[in-house]
Each structure stands twice: as C-alpha cells, then as structure tokens.
T-cell receptor, first 112, second 113 residues
Framework: QQQVKQSPQSLIVQKGGISIINCAYENTAFDYFPWYQQFPGKGPALLIA?????SEKKEGRFTISFNKSAKQFSLHIMDSQPGDSATYFC???????????FGTGTSLTVIP | DAGVTQSPTHLIKTRGQQVTLRCSPK?????VSWYQQALGQGPQFIFQYYEEEERQRGNFPDRFSGHQFPNYSSELNVNALLLGDSALYLCASSLAQLGGTQYFGPGTRLLVL
C-alpha cells in the first residue's frame, strides 16, 4: 500500500514557468514532509521540508504548500530553470526521525 | 565537512551470493537508515540503526541485515541474492536529537545476474 501518492509522474515546463508537483497521504500521524531532488546517478538531496503546524514554507524559488485537512502537500518551483530538470520525490514520516515513506517520483524537464 | 559516503559505488554479483555495503554518516550524525531504490521508483525503507541497535525495520526479509559500529558507520548485508535485489541502495544519516532531516549518500548500485 502506497502511503504517499505523488502526481504527475512526469512534467514538462518551459523555462521561467511554474512547476507544480502534488502529494497526498492518508496517515494523520505523519508530522514531517520533506521534498527531495535527485539527479541521475546521484542520491536524493533535501530541497525543502515542512511540518503540519504551518501551511506554507518558502525557500528561494521553492515553496511547499500544505493542506492538513485535505492531507495534501505540493511543491511549487517558481521561474523554473533547465538546471531544475531532475526527479522530485515527496516523503512523509511520523515521530520525526523515523522511516520516510516516499512517493513514486516526478520527472521534471524544463525546456530552454 | 564530509557528507554521507558509501562504498562501493557499483557492484555486480550473481544469484545466491552475499554482499556487504558500507556507509559513513555525515559528521556529527548518529543515526543511519538504509533504503532500496528500484529503477524508476521511490526509495523503500529497509531499516534504521541507532546506538548500534536496529531501531526500526521496513518490510524486507531477514536476508537483509545490518550493523552499526561505535563510530556510527554502518553496513548492510544481503544474503542469498535474488535478481530482484538489483537496485540502488541508499544510506541516509541524521541526528537523533534533532529528528527529521535525513541526508542521503550517493548510493551503491547493485546488479544481480
């Protein structure tokens, strides 16, 4: 059973556009929601993370929006650049520090 | 400040063999988690080590075992390899006191023939 569902599977965005990736979860015990960026042949790199006590967190061009009642959270990449082309994974964990449940990933391609 | 390191980077084994993968956590971190990432999939949690004990375990068979050393480094052992064990094995480290943030290494690519 997939604990975290991620969509879309792939995304193509023009340079300068906004990339939006969505995730949904069922377990209300989850209290930590990170996003990771992974380039081919590399390990996932932490991009940004949020806890359920806030509805939005912004770091540079990256924003997480969190909807606790809907059990959904999303990653927005503003002013998308070709260098952002990578696979993005959302994840969730309970009692922070415990195992992460990952989504299935979104392959983002930013066209110059 | 060195990040999480893993060795080897690549490995080829045949079915039935055993393999040992190694991980050194980020400086100052005391918790190590192992994940398996099949091609095109998200990482799947194998287990987590803290204070040299297995603290949590995911849905993986006993063929998967691990160890954590006093210097916090860790090993992942897989016995009786199956073709389906071919994957990228990721190590992530974190600091138990802070909780949450896990930092991943580059992974070990295992191919089972």
């Amino acid at each position: 059973q997939q604990q975290v569902k991620q969509s879309p599977q792939s995304l193509i965005v023009q340079k300068g556009g906004i990339s939006i990736i969505n995730c949904a979860y069922e377990n209300t015990a989850f209290d930590y929601f990170p996003w990771y960026q992974q380039f081919p042949g590399k390990g996932p790199a932490l991009l940004i993370a949020i806890r359920p006590d806030v509805s939005e967190k912004k770091e540079g061009r990256f924003t997480i929006s969190f909807n606790k009642s809907a059990k959904q959270f999303s990653l927005h990449i503003m002013d998308s650049q070709p260098g952002d082309s990578a696979t993005y994974f959302c994840a969730a964990s309970k009692n922070t520090g415990n195992q992460f449940y990952f989504g299935t990933g979104t392959s983002l391609t930013v066209i110059p | 400040d060195a990040g999480v390191t893993q060795s080897p980077t690549h490995l080829i084994k045949t079915r039935g063999q055993q393999v040992t993968l190694r991980c050194s956590p980020k400086s100052g971190h005391d918790t190590v988690s192992w994940y398996q990432q099949a091609l095109g999939q998200g990482p799947q949690f194998i287990f987590q080590y803290y204070e040299e004990e297995e603290r949590q375990r995911g849905n993986f068979p006993d063929r998967f075992s691990g160890h954590q050393f006093p210097n916090y480094s860790s090993e992942l052992n897989v016995n009786a390899l199956l073709l389906g064990d071919s994957a990228l094995y990721l190590c992530a480290s974190s600091l138990a006191q802070l909780g949450g943030t896990q930092y991943f290494g580059p992974g070990t690519r295992l191919l089972v023939l």
